[in-house]
T-cell receptor, first 115, second 109 residues
Framework: DTAVSQTPKYLVTQMGNDKSIKCEQN?????MYWYKQDSKKFLKIMFS???????INETVPNRFSPKSPDKAHLNLHINSLELGDSAVYFC??????????????FGPGTRLLVL | KNEVEQSPQNLTAQEGEFITINCSYS?????LHWLQQHPGGGIVSLFM?????KKHGRLIATINIQEKHSSLHITASHPRDSAVYIC???????????WGAGTKLIIKP
């Protein structure tokens, strides 16, 4: 069974469209994350939820809106997609936040290409 | 200057060689993580350590808190070890991890 799953794995879309990426974890973890990995391969935290509550909200455009219907799911909705949004988006989860002392488990990534 | 610096950025070695990847940081940390990103993109956590040394198979991770430095060693390297190795640190009193830029390792047969 996949521990952290993301759908879709690949997403090709036109500028201006709205799209969603879904993430689910079956590890029973309390904390979930969204990261963006750009062409330079840096991983940048975007959001983190702990028990459905937003705890990290980095400076990202408000076109990006996370939604956590329950602690096993953290979805990412992107409005009015722009060329610069093209990247790989990773979802991750950890048992708790614990100030960075928790191992994070990553999904396979969603490769988004905006044309 | 990034709070987490890795060296080298790129490393190419022959199969069987002993590999060392370094990570230095400039902040107080609660823990340091080593992760591996496969050529296919998947990211796997290798180690989390806050002191001393950990070993898993051919991989060894060490940390020196006083010197703010960690090393990841691979013994008897193999082409399947080819990947990007990423160092990340958890900050004291903060939820986030601060990520290094990664070291791209290529092991040639």
């Amino acid at each position: 069974d996949t521990a952290v799953s993301q759908t879709p794995k690949y997403l090709v879309t036109q500028m201006g469209n709205d799209k969603s990426i879904k993430c689910e974890q079956n590890l029973g973890h309390d904390t979930m994350y969204w990261y963006k990995q750009d062409s330079k391969k840096f991983l940048k935290i975007m959001f983190s939820y702990n028990n459905k509550e937003l705890i990290i909200n980095e400076t990202v455009p408000n076109r990006f809106s996370p939604k956590s219907p329950d602690k096993a799911h953290l979805n990412l909705h992107i409005n009015s997609l722009e060329l610069g949004d093209s990247a790989v988006y990773f979802c991750a989860s950890s048992q708790d936040t614990s100030g960075g002392r928790e191992t994070q488990y990553f999904g396979p990534g969603t490769r988004l290409l905006v044309l | 200057k990034n709070e987490v610096e890795q060296s080298p950025q790129n490393l190419t070695a022959q199969e069987g060689e002993f590999i060392t990847i370094n990570c230095s940081y400039s902040v107080g940390i609660s823990a340091l993580h080593w992760l591996q990103q496969h050529p296919g993109g998947g990211i796997v956590s290798l180690f989390m350590l806050s002191s001393g040394k950990k070993k898993h198979g051919r991989l060894i991770a060490t940390i020196n808190i006083q010197e703010k430095h960690s090393s990841l060693h691979i013994t008897a390297s193999h082409p399947r070890d080819s990947a990007v190795y990423i160092c990340a640190v958890g900050l004291i009193g903060n939820y986030q991890l601060i990520w290094g830029a990664g070291t791209k390792l290529i092991i040639k047969p």
